[in-house]
């Protein structure tokens, strides 16, 4: 079976879309993980004090958090490339 340049094109393309598909979901693995674990913590530990925080506070750090870490990786990411080798 002959494979003509628009079918290794085509195959290319999908590669692509995949691998940026892994990425993105990789960096919103590695924001929400920890945003996720830190806006529990700092409920549980507003619980026991016996100030437990308001919905909206937890939101806003659970965002901050997440928008901070998927700010970071991405940078790193471009830095280091997506293999962790410096280009």
Known sequence: ??????????????????????????????????????TGVVAAIGSAIGQPPSAITLVTVGAAIATFLFTAATTLFARLGWQGRPD
């Open 1 to 38: 079976m002959m494979r003509t340049a628009k079918t290794m094109a085509k195959e290319c393309a999908l590669m692509a879309t995949d691998e940026a598909a892994y990425r993105l979901l990789g960096l919103t693995i590695i924001a929400l993980v920890p945003a996720l674990f830190w």
